[in-house]
């Protein structure tokens, strides 16, 4: 924890209580060290406000920025928050500093899938459990357009209930990853359980790619050993590209034929998910959870603190929108919501109802019309013709506590050239005395 307390100093986002309690953000305890990577360390946390255990997962922006992972992270943080599925870990919240991001995730006690493989063969009715488990969450992130480019045991948790969650989407790809082949092309993923047209620099169909190592884990759990196993790589790789296996003779005649077609070095020919859940031997007892996904909420971005607005109250703003959009040099703002991308943002510690009175005291002194004033929301607009039509611009005011306030500006119509201008020459002097701090700065979060 050494590194999380040089930033006592710097900011109020940790207190040290009684000289061992982590508390970050004033809602999570942090404690004992579960794990850590290159860049991240995972620890085991408590929610304060419910008691509720997460793992709290710790990564520093400046070894992620000088190692060029920022996409990396951004991209794992962008498919967590659009994949939720009950076989999927959960990302709860997350928040960030100037030198650390926080993702507060689901806990899962029960370990690896690795460590019950590693103990030997799974009985057949357990290891179709796990198998109908994995297939449902990743057909679920593939119809979200999610692919995870790097399943293995190592990467498949388990709960208290032995029920199977994928975790690590650090290696996953979206539908922008793709090339103008409509295919991915970048080659990643754990040698042992990548399919054979990863390896090759034609491009791969994602999806089809991971429904290989799909086939590779359910052969793992059946046999208690890997499908393509060589002391040398080169050798193994052969194997892989031709998918050359045999089966253990403790192998039922339904998991062959299943296996044979997931082990398709062909990815045309390879099954798909729809077929492997027609396939008798997947569907018994088989009841496939519903997947769920905060992407077209209004604003949800995780599930505490939710942005609801309210006629009494101006929206609560996200804490990880706040902080990241504010602090220099690692702005995630836009993963969280697309119309933020053209906004200008600032902190102020005035009331929310004093800062919209100072709104519309901006739009009579500019001569703009105020189209709506209502529920911390002004729209305005300018009154001359621009280039592409009449300015309108709307401010929305969000509360992040109850002595800070976000004010986001974003324009509804007209040029962008002269939007940024409006913000620059008029915005910013009219109402300086009412700002802390605009987005960017580096006085952000400084005492």
Not at 130 to 148: K, M
Not at 349 to 356: H, L
Request: glycine content about 8%; hydrophobic content about 35%.
């Amino acid at each position: 924890m050494e590194d999380e307390q040089s930033e006592l100093s710097l900011s109020e986002t940790y207190k040290l209580i009684n000289g061992n309690r982590h508390i970050i953000f004033g809602k999570y305890e942090m404690g004992k060290l579960l794990g850590q990577g290159t860049f991240a360390k995972v620890y085991h946390g408590r929610n304060l406000g419910n008691s509720e255990s997460v793992a709290i997962k710790v990564i520093n922006k400046d070894q992620v920025k000088k190692e060029g992972m920022m996409e990396q992270i951004t991209r794992e943080i962008s498919v967590m928050r659009l994949v939720r599925h009950p076989n999927v870990v959960e990302i709860k919240e997350v928040m960030a500093t100037k030198k650390k991001i926080f993702f507060i995730m689901e806990y899962v006690r029960g370990g690896e899938l690795f460590a019950k493989i590693a103990r030997g063969k799974l009985k057949e009715d357990v290891a179709r459990n796990y198998f109908q488990q994995l297939i449902s969450a990743v057909d679920y992130c593939h119809s979200r357009g999610v692919s995870h480019r790097d399943l293995k045991p190592e990467n498949l948790l388990l709960d208290e209930n032995g029920n199977l969650k994928i975790s690590d989407f650090g290696l996953s790809a979206l539908p922008e990853h793709l090339r103008n082949d409509g295919l991915l092309h970048t080659r990643c993923g754990t040698p042992a359980y990548v399919a054979p047209e990863v390896l090759r620099k034609k491009g791969y169909d994602g999806a089809k790619a991971d429904i290989w190592s799909c086939g590779v884990i359910l052969y793992a759990l059946l046999a208690g050993f890997l499908p393509f196993q060589d002391e040398n790589v080169m050798k193994m790789y052969r194997k892989v590209f031709k998918a050359e296996f045999e089966f253990p003779p403790w192998f039922s005649g339904e998991s062959r034929r299943l296996i044979s077609k997931l082990l398709v070095a062909d990815p045309e020919r390879r099954i798909s998910i729809p077929g492997i859940m027609r396939i008798p031997w997947f569907c018994k007892g088989f009841t496939g959870p519903i997947g769920f996904s905060i992407q077209e909420n209004s604003g949800d971005d995780v599930k505490e603190p939710t942005l609801v607005k309210s006629k009494s109250t101006p929206p609560f703003y996200n804490a990880f929108e706040f902080i990241t959009s504010m602090s220099s040099g690692f702005d995630l703002s836009s993963l969280f919501e697309e119309t933020r991308k053209s906004g200008s943002l600032f902190t102020s510690k005035c009331s929310a109802s004093s800062i919209m009175g100072k709104l519309e005291s901006l739009a009579k002194k500019l001569n703009f019309r105020i189209v709506c004033s209502k529920e911390y929301t002004l729209k305005m607009q300018g009154v001359s013709e621009g280039r592409k039509g009449k300015l309108s611009v709307k401010a929305e005011v969000f509360e992040v506590a109850p002595e800070v306030a976000v004010v986001e500006f974003s324009k509804s119509s007209g040029d962008t050239l002269e939007y940024r201008k409006f913000c620059d020459e008029d915005v910013r002097p009219a109402l300086k005395d009412i700002v802390w701090s605009w987005q960017g700065e580096d006085n952000f979060c400084q005492k």
